[in-house]
């Protein structure tokens, strides 16, 4: 399908006029072939040239060997949605090379190893021009000894940045700085690396006099600015949020949330006297375990969480269903991958909002978070534990692969001011001034949030027993239906109160305009772009709303109440949001239009331009519903 | 509103001054709870009253103890001892990781899970291993009657080879030795015991509490209902004859200076951190509770001899507990104040920079 954005860039590409600061660039590497750093350092010179940078890893469940492709989208505009269309690939794996020059776009530019034979008569794409280079020839300047095989690998990765630098108008003072910053100190590899940079850099000088026209030059538009993962983000949260017990097990694409936990733990939760930790961290056998360890802790009183995907919240589903009705204070975040537990782990999807919504056996519901950011992982994170605490129940924080393992460009996170908020806890006084009328599940203020106390509190009313449903207020066992309905409704009532207290949404509006977009998480970056475009180049005019939360907050039900047409985009093949917001807004239901991308790869503006557009055109023809699946380029 | 009388409910501090108290001035009714709701006969109503009687000898504050279970009719006892104490009634076998969150929360509480072959030995086999390999300071009771009871009567994983069922059908599956499994693991403190011997039971309680380490206690526990008849390998007669006790044992707790009922003859005794010692004595044979390899063979040796082994098995109070292991101060996370969790603005700002 021809796309409008390709439409628009091509043409400036192709006719050989320079565009600066707006392209998208992959590189196509094998994986565990250390392409890493010298992708990392090709984005951050960039991002250190002033100009807003995103990156995107697409990498293989494998170690070693199967291919992998790093995108990285410049855009001064800022935006930083995958793009669909490549404008300059660097070609350095033979196995996916043919299938690679393929994809690109017509007035694409290719790197490619010149013993790959590409631009050949019979091989060559006439619309794509080649910048053919002899790596393995040049590598073997730097790294000539036998020995030197595998260092020859590493480092032939640094050659093409350097060559792309030359031939992008990269300042190669800007890379050296990066391949230092990325390789911390160890001055034995950064000369080496840096020797390689500049090895391409001349290659391309002196054999390409014609530069690519897609051109970095600097501007001023990441100054102040950090480059960070939402999982590390997530984990930092964790650690300023006040965190105590973290229980995990390890799942791509959740492992670095806990492990950067970890590291930070290392260095900021160490008692400098004692060298005690004043943090406790499992890694459990399972996730049947490690939410059974989080459940402790917080019945416990202590503010603890895991992270996981799919799969894991999969397995977590029955003591998640006992924590919704003992009501216990837990935090999970659940970065989320495309299913099923073999599937596509490695690939990013926003498929887990139905099971985390109602998770478990039994009538249950559960707050959800979609931070859409790094700083937003950070910040919900700790809005998560006070969350958790406040409403005493289970708060998932719906992150996602491409938030939570790409690099992000943010601004620093700021630091939080003000207290935890620890909900309802009555100590050993607190207990002495009610005594006997204490009833753990009693719902003494009108909010469905009942009082709990701590085990070891010192007073011999304050025990009690915990147990699932068949409770009664006092947590006596009970199995009386009465019983059992006045507590679920409570619950009820509980989840009425999460509606006020969980993130608002954010709201974009324009004058005029009577339709709207509403995306979460991740899908904020193509549905914005969208916005913008489908406004500069169709002259359509959409109102914008971001979800943060689940239940859905008046301030979004009122929003969707003021349109008469409501976009919903997300990266789920079944329209999950769109199925809650239909049964929370039943009146609402003929205006849901679902856009949905579902194919593993982060969401792209050209997939919701596509769905607005269609679903206009298929109004006009009598239709209802247009929805696109993301697979067709 | 009136619950089933077998809530713990609200304790009711007793009001009448009690004539005996313990070390710490409670009287035993500070550690009951309510009514049982099991069969009549059934050997986990005993252990319910050892572990009263236990953490009433050793003079611990009921609320500093906190119980857990999972799923089965062993799972329902903690609600009948201990009314002050906090209970978590888990799901299936997989009490372990409560437990464990709970208690590396708070490591100041006395943990006690009480489990059945069902919970331990099948579904929750994985969460019972890796308790014993972390060494989670808890004391871990597992009811064993070889049957699911509360879904009537099927063989469990414990359930001897060749054993019958009350229908007749005939266990055809190799039994789980959850003593020798736990040896294997590392277990720091594993004790096999019959709720007929009470004597035992209770000394091997007192110790268990005393141990900072997960103490396994596979206690014998018949089913009078569903595994109580000719065939089966752990009725009461059964049980009781072949019951083979490996030696007597004393416990001394470190807040006493002698015991009264110390073995006769010599004894091997085994020191605790705490200043609390064990002494054994062997019955019939030198049995040497330290000796990690000579423990297993002996256990193997007993199930050709069809001998139900009884006492503390193997013990090696040495070994760090999970408190220990993970680094953490021993204090309770739970109440830090936010000045000790939430470090500086000059922390954040040093990570920020290194981001740039």
């Given at each position: 399908m021809s796309s409008v954005l390709t439409e628009t860039t091509s043409r400036a590409g192709a006719s050989g006029e320079a565009v600066v600061n707006d392209f998208s660039l992959q590189v196509a590497t094998a994986n565990g072939s250390g392409s890493q750093t010298a992708n990392s350092v090709l984005m951050r010179s960039i991002f250190r040239m002033g100009v807003p940078v995103s990156g995107k890893n697409l990498f293989p469940s494998n170690i070693q060997g199967l291919p992998t492709w790093f995108t990285i989208r410049a855009s001064k505009h800022g935006y930083i949605a995958r793009k669909r269309d490549l404008d300059v690939l660097v070609c350095m794996n033979p196995e996916t090379a043919d299938d690679d020059v393929r994809e690109v776009r017509a007035g694409a530019h290719v790197v490619c190893e010149k013993k790959l034979g590409l631009e050949n008569p019979g091989k060559k794409r006439d619309d794509v021009t080649y910048y053919a280079v002899p790596f393995s020839e040049l590598v073997v300047k730097i790294a000539s000894a036998p020995e030197h095989a595998k260092l020859r690998k590493l480092i032939v990765n640094m050659i093409y940045v350097g060559v792309v630098a030359d031939?992008?108008?990269?300042?190669?003072?800007?890379?050296?700085?990066?391949?230092?910053?990325?390789?911390?100190?160890?001055?034995?590899?950064?000369?080496?690396?840096?020797?390689?940079?500049?090895?391409?850099?001349?290659?391309?000088?002196?054999?390409?006099?014609?530069?690519i026209p897609f051109r970095v030059e600097r501007m001023n538009a990441t100054q102040g600015k950090i480059m960070v993962e939402g999982n590390m983000a997530a984990a930092l949260g964790c650690v300023f949020g006040g965190a105590t017990v973290c229980a995990w097990y390890p799942i791509t694409p959740s492992s670095s949330l806990c492990e950067s936990f970890i590291d930070f733990c290392d260095d900021l939760r160490v008692d400098p006297v004692t060298k005690k930790k004043n943090v406790a961290i499992l890694q459990a056998e399972d996730e049947l375990a490690s939410i059974g360890m989080v459940l402790g802790a917080g019945w416990a009183g202590a503010r603890s969480f895991t992270s996981t995907s799919g799969p894991g919240i999969s397995l977590m589903s029955e003591y998640i269903g006992l924590g919704y009705y003992a009501e216990i204070p837990a935090v999970l975040f659940d970065v989320q991958r495309t299913g099923p537990s073999t599937g596509l782990p490695t690939r990013t999807m926003q498929g887990d909002i139905l099971l985390c919504y109602f998770n478990s056996q039994g009538d249950t519901k559960h707050p959800l978070l979609f931070p859409a950011s790094p700083e937003e992982c950070f910040t919900m994170a700790q809005e998560a534990f006070d969350l958790a605490e406040q409403l005493q129940t289970p708060i998932f924080v719906m992150s996602d692969l491409d938030l939570g393992m790409n690099n992000w460009m943010a601004d620093p996170f700021p630091y939080p001011t003000g207290p935890f908020h620890r909900g309802k806890v009555l100590d050993a006084?607190?207990?002495?001034?009610?005594?006997?009328?204490?009833?753990?599940?009693?719902?003494?203020?009108?909010?469905?949030?009942?009082?709990?106390?701590?085990?070891?509190?010192?007073?011999?009313?304050?025990?009690?027993?915990?147990?699932?449903?068949?409770?009664?207020?006092?947590?006596?066992?009970?199995?009386k239906p009465q019983d059992y309905v006045n507590n679920v409704n409570r619950l009820v009532k509980k989840f009425e109160t999460a509606r006020t207290m969980v993130p608002k949404p954010e709201i974009q509006d324009r004058p005029g305009a009577t339709a709207g977009l509403l995306a979460y998480g991740t899908s904020h970056y193509g549905t914005t772009e969208a916005r913008d475009k489908l406004a500069a180049t169709f002259g359509v005019s959409l109102d914008y709303c971001r979800l943060r939360s689940l239940p859905l907050h008046a301030e979004a039900a009122n929003w969707m109440r003021r349109h008469e047409r409501i976009y919903v985009v997300e990266q789920n093949r079944d329209g999950q949001l769109v199925t809650i917001l239909r049964d929370e807004l039943p009146e609402l239901a003929t205006r849901f239009v679902s856009v949905r991308q579902y194919n593993g790869l982060p969401l792209d503006a050209t997939t919701v331009i596509d769905g607005v557009r269609g679903d206009a055109s298929a109004s006009r023809t009598g239709g209802s519903d247009a929805q696109k699946g993301g697979l067709d380029a | 509103m009136s619950a089933s009388p077998n809530t713990p409910g609200l304790p009711a501090p007793s009001a009448a001054p009690a004539s005996r108290t313990n070390r710490i001035g409670l009287p035993k009714a500070s550690y009951e709870g309510g009514k049982s709701t099991l069969c009549l006969g059934c050997g986990h109503d005993?252990?319910?009253?050892?572990?009263?009687?236990?953490?009433y000898e050793m003079g611990i504050e009921p609320h500093k103890v906190a119980k857990f279970s999972g799923i089965g009719c062993s799972s329902k006892t903690p609600a009948y001892f201990l009314n002050r104490a906090?209970?978590?009634?888990?799901?299936?076998?997989?009490?372990?990781?409560?437990?464990?969150?709970?208690?590396?929360?708070?490591?100041?509480?006395h943990g006690i899970g009480i489990s059945g072959d069902g919970d331990t030995a099948s579904?929750?086999?994985?969460?019972?291993?890796?308790?014993?390999?972390?060494?989670?300071?808890?004391?871990?009771?597992?009811?064993?009657?070889?049957?699911?009871?509360?879904?009537?009567?099927?063989?469990?994983?414990?359930?001897?080879?060749?054993?019958?069922?009350?229908?007749?059908?005939?266990?055809?599956?190799?039994?789980i030795d959850c003593c020798s499994l736990a040896i294997e693991l590392g277990g720091t403190f594993v004790a096999r015991s019959f709720s007929g011997d009470m004597k035992q039971l209770q000394t091997i309680l007192q110790a268990a509490i005393a141990h900072n380490g997960t103490s396994v206690i596979d206690v014998i526990s018949p089913c009078v209902t569903f595994n109580d008849h000719e065939g089966s390998t752990k009725s009461y007669k059964y049980s009781k004859e072949h019951e083979t006790p490996v030696h007597e044992i004393g416990f001394v707790p470190f807040f006493e200076e002698t015991l009264a009922q110390i073995p006769v003859g010599d004894t091997k005794d085994v020191a605790f951190p705490d200043g609390s010692v064990l002494k054994f004595r062997g019955v019939g044979r030198d049995y040497d509770p330290t000796d990690k390899e000579k423990a297993l063979k002996t256990i193997h040796e007993s199930?050709?001899?069809?001998?139900?082994?009884?006492?503390?098995?193997?013990?090696?109070?040495?070994?760090?507990?999970?408190?220990?292991?993970?680094?953490?101060?021993?204090?309770?996370?739970?109440?830090?104040?936010?000045?000790?969790?939430?470090?500086?603005?000059?922390?954040?700002?040093?990570?920020?920079?290194?981001?740039?």
């Open positions: 031939l992008m108008g990269i300042d190669p003072v800007e890379v050296e700085k990066a391949i230092a910053k990325q390789l911390k100190g160890k001055q034995k590899a950064i000369d080496l690396n840096i020797n390689a940079m500049r090895l391409g850099l001349e290659f391309a000088a002196q054999n390409f006099p014609a530069k006084a607190g207990i002495e001034k009610v005594k006997e009328t204490w009833g753990r599940y009693k719902d003494v203020d009108g909010d469905g949030i009942p009082y709990r106390t701590l085990p070891g509190t010192p007073n011999p009313y304050a025990a009690f027993f915990t147990r699932g449903s068949g409770h009664n207020d006092k947590a006596q066992y009970s199995e | 005993v252990i319910t009253k050892q572990i009263i009687n236990a953490f906090w209970g978590f009634n888990g799901v299936h076998g997989r009490m372990p990781s409560i437990a464990t969150g709970a208690l590396v929360a708070d490591p100041t509480l579904i929750g086999i994985g969460q019972f291993v890796h308790l014993v390999r972390r060494n989670l300071p808890l004391v871990y009771i597992i009811e064993d009657n070889g049957v699911y009871a509360l879904t009537k009567g099927q063989f469990s994983a414990t359930a001897d080879l060749g054993a019958k069922q009350k229908g007749g059908a005939v266990n055809e599956f190799i039994p199930h050709g001899k069809k001998e139900i082994l009884t006492g503390i098995l193997y013990i090696d109070p040495s070994k760090p507990s999970l408190t220990e292991t993970l680094g953490s101060t021993g204090e309770p996370l739970t109440n830090l104040p936010l000045e000790k969790l939430r470090p500086g603005r000059e922390a954040l700002d040093e990570i920020m920079e290194s981001l740039r």
